[in-house]
């Protein structure tokens, strides 16, 4: 027999809320408590942060879950301390010691090091991760004694550099990235590329995608305290705010009609108005009717292909049918 229905529990809230995420808390642990706090039917998160580290974590709401894949496709931002002289098993300052090196570089090593770490790189991830290995978590392996070998992975850093010395245990650095680049990663590679081991002592993220750190609500602002009334769903950002700093391309009624069915357009009548940030090979732009959000189109081949599209209530991007009787996809 099929399962009853059941109505979801909570509140049907969408929209996004902009954490400020203090150290010593889950990413999972602070969707949970906004979750219960807000009496909400769906929460998520875009964009995981060590429990050691703080600043900007999104939380989704409802039909804002469905926009996180491009959030955490948008740019970081962080800046994190390295402590040299020892390697960590988690690669921060949480970890057990594995090595100790006496060595520590001077200002010009490290600056001479950093432009092999900028632009398009293969990065291995820390042990204590959530990359799967076998269909296990790489971190429930290490927990257990097992430490598992990690294949590099392609990363993207578009800036990586030291903004000061405190002493010459440390160095802190600012990092601008895309999707998928461990900190904890390029604070040990780093380390090691002058001489010596390191791990990070302390990280912060500001941005990520459209959203901001001077955005960001502490999450003691919002929970925690006796004296804190229930947060508002007044501090909700629209869905849609989500794809702010994705570029937009400006369509003619006739363009979006025929992307809304499905179809493609060949760049080549595109000429002109396509945004310069934009890549061409695989980007993605907000498709717009004049100042009308419509939904997002990705350029690849040569084409521009309509990739999630405003429903009925313009407010949840959805799937475009499959082009069909109305043209091909050409």
Known sequence: MPRPYRKPKGRPLDGWLIVDKPSGIGSTDVVNKLKRAFQAQKVGHGGTLDPLA?????????????????????????????????????????????????????????????????????????IYSAIKVNGERAYDLAREGQLPELAARPARVDRFELESRADADTAVFFVQSGKGV???????????????????????????????????????????????????????????????????????????????????ISLVELMGRIPGDASPDGGLVRAMAGERLKGLARLESGLLRPERWLGPGETTLVAPPPAGADGDTE
């Open 54 to 126: 703080t600043g900007v974590l999104p939380l989704a709401f409802g039909a804002a879950t469905k926009m996180v894949p491009y959030v955490m496709d948008g740019t970081k931002t962080y800046r994190f301390t390295l402590k040299f002289g020892e390697a960590r098993d988690t690669d921060d300052a949480d970890g057990q010691v594995i090595a100790t090196s006496e060595a520590r570089p001077t200002d010009e090593a490290i600056r001479a090091a950093l432009p092999a770490f900028i632009g398009d790189i293969m990065q291995i991830p820390p």
């Open 182 to 264: 461990y900190m904890r990663s390029l604070a040990r590679d780093i380390a090691r590329a002058v001489g010596t081991v390191g791990h990070i002592a302390t990280l912060r993220r500001m941005r990520v995608g459209p959203f901001l750190e001077e955005a960001a609500i502490p999450l003691d602002k919002l929970v925690g305290m006796e004296d804190i009334p229930p947060p508002s769903p007044d501090l909700l950002l629209p869905v849609t705010t989500a794809l702010a700093d994705i570029p937009a391309l400006a369509l003619t009624e006739a363009e979006i009609a025929r992307l809304s069915f499905g179809q493609a």
